[in-house]
């Protein structure tokens, strides 16, 4: 069936780095953009990044710009979230999404969603 | 700078009609997508584009526009539908936004 399974998350002190993968499996990973969202421990949603399915479009929210970078393997169907100089309020549950796009060719509407969710995997950063 | 504003907190009795309102400019141009956040558990998308449902969920929920509102409509409350409810949508640099999230409670 149609899944994302994340891993990677741990405990590491500030200004430390981690790697988090995003393994995908019954769907042709290749097809589609991914994002990660996190959420810090009571707080909402907050979308990280997204890439295309080529890889070619990349983009960060303004609170990781700069020490997040996302990347992708299409062949091995994995999805990465490199985090460097990371701070304390970087800690949350971090999550990546398949980005699904719609076309309704009757309406002439597209719709743009994240369809697919993985678990999640605990990042916490303190010293 | 763009954001999607939920209230926080709406309760409803058992078996009622229950709106949960998401507000915010994006909305003029793209539909709200709705997820449904149980405690502990990963989010799952419950209404995307106008009202659209994905395979799997229940056809007591629904969606709806006006301007820049959107809202999420659960008729016939049940137990079960007792958690967190985030509205999603884009941005104008076509970046994924989030609102702060409703907790339902179910009465």
């Known amino acids: 069936q149609v899944q994302l399974v994340e891993s ?24 589609y953009y991914m994002s990660w969202i996190r959420q810090a421990p009571g707080k909402g949603l907050e979308w990280v990044s997204y890439m295309s399915n080529t890889g070619k479009t990349i983009s960060y929210a303004d609170s990781v710009k700069g020490r997040f970078t996302i990347s992708r393997d299409n062949a091995k169907k994995l999805l990465y979230l490199q985090m460097n100089s990371l701070r304390v309020g970087d800690t ?36 | ?13 058992l078996g009622q009609t229950v709106r949960i309102r998401c507000q ?15 405690p502990g558990q990963a989010p799952v998308l419950v209404i995307y584009g106008k009202s659209n ?4 969920i229940s056809d007591r929920f629904s969606g709806s526009s006006s301007g820049d509102t959107a809202y999420f409509t659960i008729t ?17 640099s076509a970046n994924h936004l989030f609102g702060g999230g409703t907790k339902l409670t179910v009465l």
Not at chain 1, 93 to 120: H, I, P, S, T
């Open chain 2, 76 to 92: 016939g409350a049940q137990a079960e539908d007792e958690a967190d409810y985030y509205c999603n949508s884009r941005d104008s």
């Open chain 2, 1 to 13: 700078s763009s954001e999607l504003t939920q209230d926080p907190a709406v309760s409803v009795a």
């Open chain 1, 8 to 31: 990677g998350g741990g405990l590491v002190k500030p200004g430390g780095s981690l790697r988090l993968s995003c393994a995908a499996s019954g769907f042709t990973f290749s097809d």
């Open chain 1, 92 to 127: 949350a549950v971090y999550y990546c999404a398949r980005d699904n796009e719609e076309v309704n060719q009757v309406l002439y509407e597209r719709y743009f969603y994240m369809d697919v969710w993985g678990k999640g995997t605990t990042v916490t950063v303190s010293s």
């Open chain 2, 53 to 56: 449902r994905p395979s799997g």
């Open chain 2, 24 to 38: 915010g400019d994006n909305l003029r141009s793209y539909y709200a997508n709705w997820y449904q956040q149980k």
